[in-house]
């Protein structure tokens, strides 16, 4: 099939591509690699911010200066080496299969592909190129002088309204190469996607949560549940057609 660059496919990260919450799987490695001093009690204050996080009411400043916590002083190659083991023993298996074979169908039309997620940059670009994504938008972490991680994130926090302003911003740069594209497609499971499905040409619900369910229902949007053996519990017209 011929290439297609006027198509961008934009892919959410978490229960969306990878059963789980990738930020959530790192604490818990970080936990076993005894990164963390009390382990218990942060995985209780990550407990916390995952229901602040699927409620809508999450204070992402406060939640990526926690994540990133004990990083701060680790310089960036340690920690990078550290999440190539991560990923490779523990987000890989979790990779649901429908995801990935969605993904590879727009590969194979030729549609560039895009992940942008919540969790930060230096977890979302590895496991982007892990599943053969073109690109990944997420919250940069900054570092000292010396390459050491501050704690700090910087730039555009990719969530809610934010990955539609990280998205503008790429886009922007694609533009002044004269290689934007004109089709969006659009997938997350989560209802604070909600700002960046209503942008895309295409929207489509992957696991939803309640309210991006309703919403989907509502709007005609195809549903697909990657969890399945199946790979979908909803597939309406338009659904099918896509394929």
């Known amino acids: 099939m011929p290439s297609d660059s006027r198509h961008l496919a934009i892919f959410d990260l978490d229960d969306t591509l990878l ?12 936990v076993r690699r005894r990164w963390v001093e009390d382990g218990e009690a ?4 990550v407990a916390r911010h995952d229901q602040q996080y699927h409620a809508g009411t999450l204070d992402m400043q406060a939640h990526l200066r926690f994540v990133l916590a004990p990083l701060i002083g680790r310089r960036r190659e340690t920690v990078r080496d550290e999440v190539v083991e991560f990923v490779e023993t523990w987000i890989r298996p979790r990779l649901m299969p429908g995801a990935l074979e969605r993904l590879a169908w727009h590969r194979a039309q030729g549609h560039d592909t895009l992940i942008i997620s919540a969790s930060m940059y230096h977890l979302v670009e590895p496991i982007a190129r ?4 073109d690109d990944a938008l997420a919250t940069p972490p900054a570092f000292d002088a010396e390459g050491r991680f501050t ?3 910087t730039g555009i926090v990719t969530y809610q309204s934010g990955k539609l302003t990280a998205l ?4 922007a740069e694609r533009e002044a190469a004269h290689a934007r594209p004109d089709i969006l497609w659009g997938y997350s499971d989560s209802h604070n996607d909600l700002p960046l499905l209503e942008h895309v040409d295409h929207a489509h619900a992957t696991q939803p ?5 309703r919403v989907a229902e509502q709007r005609g949007w195809p549903r697909f549940d990657w969890r399945t053996a199946s790979g979908s519990t909803t597939q309406d017209a338009n659904a099918t057609s896509s394929w």
């Open 19 to 30: 059963d789980g919450d990738c930020t959530g799987l790192w604490i818990a490695w970080l």
């Open 168 to 171: 503008e911003a790429w886009l």
């Open 209 to 213: 949560d309640a309210r991006l369910a």
């Open 151 to 153: 704690g700090e994130p």
């Open 130 to 133: 892990e599943v053969g994504a």
């Open 42 to 45: 942060f995985m209780e204050q």
